[in-house]
């Protein structure tokens, strides 16, 4: 014997918080999208050519996009509002609709993580730091291929996501799956370029300044561990249209702030423009030379790269580098890891470090 709907007033069935899904997420969404046009300007600016990862954070916006547009939707059928005051006909539509949303939201994140990814190997060029670059790609590529495959089919038939008539895996074990290799991959991307960039012969200032960059990405490990935690609250719950607010609303927080994270280290030649001059020694980078001496402001350059993991692109014969001179017979691309090395007839003295740390991350803006 089924147990009797609960009695409802008129107060009840009048609560709504379809707004606050509308405010929140058009805020988030438009904040990704003003930085990613952001990181396309400085690119033009900088004369810079589109690369893999300038690609793929566009793809995260797409995503991004059409997350919101269906959070919109769903709350136009009455997401916001408790079930017992939406049409059965429009909590179908709403569960249809959170079907094409756990794939899109399991993209989402997957393509901020290959776009930084794409984005280190253009800035650090040691072999091991790209070797640990290409093996974090592959297990991307492979989690987001398998996940997204489960997301399609995690009901038999398919439909049975919103009929309810039919078999489906166990959503809060699938959850807490994907949650644990998407919160995990975060943490090790966002902290991996730290290291490198305590490396470099910088002020102090500028290290934490390029450290913060990096860490703030942690603020999308927060929003991923706060949607995981709302999610698993109320699965299986029967009030969808009102329990599930929250995971409408977090799962374009957290693709948004990680979109809004990844760009923030390309749009350097825009924050210069609009930031004080007296803030512009801790966001401009110079080096210093071994005696303290201040190089030449990069204003004008991309972020710096470091020469202990530089590589010359088509140095020529006898090639002028910072104080010193490089002289090859080749115009191939060589990889500098060591200091007082001669390689292929090339001799780079010490005060070579110091000069061409100030082109660290070139190409990255």
Known sequence: MSSPLPVVDAAYLALDEGSK????NTTFTALATLTVILRFAARKI????LAADDYLIFAALAFV???YGLSIACQLKG???????VSKENVALILEMLYVTQIFYILAPAAIKLSL?????RIFVTKRFTMVCNVLLGV??????IMTFMGIFNCTPVDAFWTGKGKCVNFKQFALGYAAVNIGTDLIIWVLPVPMVWKLQLPIGQKISLTLIFILGL?????????LVTSMLVLGNRDVTWDYVPGFIWSIIEPSVGIMCACLPTIRVILLLIIPESWRSVFSLRSRTASGTKLQKTFESDWPRTAAYNEIHGAGKGTTVGSETASTNTDRPVELNKMDRKDGG???SHTYTVEEEAEMLKRAA
């Open 21 to 24: 899904v509308v405010t929140i």
């Open 65 to 67: 996009w059409v997350l």
């Open 117 to 121: 990814l794409f984005l280190y190997k």
């Open 346 to 348: 090339i001799t780079v």
């Open 46 to 49: 900088k004369k810079t050519g």
């Open 219 to 227: 603020f999308d490990c927060a929003a991923a561990i706060t949607r």
């Open 79 to 85: 997401v916001g509002k408790h079930i017992e005051a």
């Open 140 to 145: 991307v590529a492979v989690w987001v291929t």
